[in-house]
């Protein structure tokens, strides 16, 4: 009840505010790459629009209110809550340079979850990346359809001046094209995208070095972006929503490729550090789900290029949220590592099904290695890791994998720069 109320006033908070200073809307949602896509077209119009984005995981039914009131949660403590809804209310009446932008993430666990955030927040843009055919957080839906079918309803309740930006190469998310009135932008790598990717280049063989390169092409028009620290062709898909949703704002391609060039991946997501014993960590620990977990080993397979002095070391944990399609996930990635990876390290009770795949597809048994914990397997990888390893760690938030690359990177004392969830309230947990 005491959760019911809350989303309550803050849902009224929010109208209110929306209301009051009528910004526009940017709603963006998918089973993977909602934050990146977030991050890649706060980007873009940060330089030219006063524009706000959700922080952290503020995604649900209680963070996207927060986020329009400019608030973080209150936690477990009642005299924060009400100095928020105060402070919402006299906002309402008040409140210097409110937002003209809004790029709200929207997440959705199960059937319902986005009606009940497009019921009072009204996106002039809805921004859907991929669903794919095992999509995250299936826990309480029967199939990827039934996933689709949700994430649809951000694009259908647009309007007709509305905007539905849409990634061409999903083909559940493409066949959203038909169920919105409002105008369609489509993006990806295929030919008949309306934003269309080519050319394609990864540097990999020097990790200090790395970075991708790509054109972006807009009716008979392209442009080059190069970007420093970015690793893996999945990753574009983010950096080309941003560029759509800059396009629809009226930007041209030249200033919106400029708006990237100090672009860096959100902390979590594919980023490369420093480890012990001259080591690189490849730290992927944000979340995990089926199709980031086979692009991240896709980029394992590359980074470091011919050397075949390097080892390449896959430390994975659990996927969570994926209901029937645990095992089945699970196995589809062990049996992936096998054929990546020098050595697995499996964390968590579900990694069980990706050790047991690896090795049936040739991985040796003794490069194999269970752990319960990610703290267990960090202490373990210190002693098996060696100079030139390159080390991929990923897994669902609540196995903390980013645990182990804090016990291997060469500058534990910048964690809380370069780590996710560094704060108190994780730290604790």
Same mark, same amino acid.
């Given at each position: 009840?005491?959760?019911? @109320?809350? +989303?309550?006033?803050? #849902?009224?908070?929010?109208?209110?505010? %929306?209301?009051?200073?009528?910004?526009?809307?940017?709603?963006?949602?998918?089973?993977?790459?909602?934050?990146?896509?977030?991050e890649a077209i706060y980007t873009v119009l940060k330089g030219k629009f006063n524009?706000?984005?959700?922080?952290?995981?503020?995604?649900?039914?209680?963070?996207?209110?927060?986020?329009?009131?400019?608030?973080?949660?209150g936690g477990q403590?009642?005299?924060?809550?009400?100095?928020?809804?105060?402070?919402?209310?006299?906002?309402?009446?008040?409140?210097?340079?409110?937002?003209?932008?809004?790029? @709200?993430? +929207?997440?959705?666990? #199960?059937?319902?979850?986005?009606?009940? %955030?497009?019921?009072?927040v009204k996106c002039c843009i809805g921004v859907i990346t991929a669903v794919g055919d095992i999509p995250v957080h299936v826990e309480f839906f029967q199939s990827a359809e039934q996933v689709a079918k949700e994430k649809s309803g951000l694009v259908k309740c647009l309007k007709g001046e509305g905007w539905a930006v849409l990634n061409y190469d999903d083909q559940r998310v493409r066949a959203m094209m038909r169920k919105t009135s409002a105008q369609v932008f489509s993006y990806g790598f295929d030919e008949k995208a309306d934003l269309r990717?080519?050319?394609?280049?990864?540097?990999?063989?020097?990790?200090?070095?790395?970075?991708?390169?790509?054109?972006?092409?807009?009716q008979g028009s392209n442009v080059p972006i190069r970007?420093?620290?970015?690793?893996?062709?999945?990753?574009?898909?983010?950096?080309?929503?941003?560029?759509?949703?800059?396009l629809v704002f009226k930007m041209n391609l030249v200033e919106i490729a400029q708006a990237f060039k100090n672009y860096q991946a959100p902390i979590g997501r594919l980023?490369?550090?420093?480890?012990?014993?001259?080591?690189?960590?490849?730290?992927?620990?944000?979340?995990?789900?089926p199709s980031s977990s086979l692009g991240a080993l896709d980029l394992l397979e590359k980074m470091g290029g011919s050397d075949e002095s390097v080892r390449r070391i896959a430390a994975l944990g659990d996927m969570l949220e994926l209901g029937s399609f645990t095992e089945e996930a699970h196995r589809k990635i062990g049996a992936r590592a096998a054929q990546v990876a020098d050595i697995l390290l499996a964390v968590g009770e579900k990694s069980i099904f990706m050790a047991d795949e690896a090795k049936k597809n040739g991985l040796a048994k003794e490069n194999v290695w269970y752990f319960a914990s990610s703290e267990e397997a960090g202490r373990a990888l210190q002693d098996l890791i060696r100079e030139g390893d390159i080390i991929l760690v990923k897994g669902s938030q609540s196995i903390r994998m980013e645990r182990i690359v804090k016990e291997l990177m060469a500058e534990p004392q910048r964690a809380k720069e370069l780590l996710i969830r560094q704060d108190d309230s994780w730290e604790n947990r």
């Open positions: 009840m005491a959760k019911k @109320l809350l +989303m309550f006033i803050l #849902k009224v908070l929010a109208q209110a505010i %929306l209301w009051r200073y009528k910004p526009q809307i940017i709603g963006v949602t998918g089973s993977v790459g909602k934050t990146s896509a977030k524009v706000r984005r959700n922080i952290k995981n503020y995604n649900n039914e209680i963070g996207v209110p927060l986020t329009i009131l400019g608030q973080e949660s403590s009642p005299w924060r809550w009400l100095q928020i809804f105060l402070i919402g209310f006299f906002e309402i009446f008040y409140t210097k340079d409110y937002p003209k932008i809004l790029v @709200l993430e +929207m997440g959705a666990d #199960k059937m319902g979850d986005i009606s009940y %955030l497009t019921d009072f990717a080519s050319n394609f280049e990864q540097r990999l063989e020097d990790p200090a070095e790395a970075g991708i390169s790509f054109k972006v092409d807009y970007l420093r620290h970015v690793y893996a062709q999945h990753q574009v898909y983010s950096i080309l929503a941003g560029v759509a949703v800059g980023q490369l550090i420093r480890g012990i014993k001259n080591t690189w960590i490849i730290d992927d620990t944000y979340n995990s789900s």
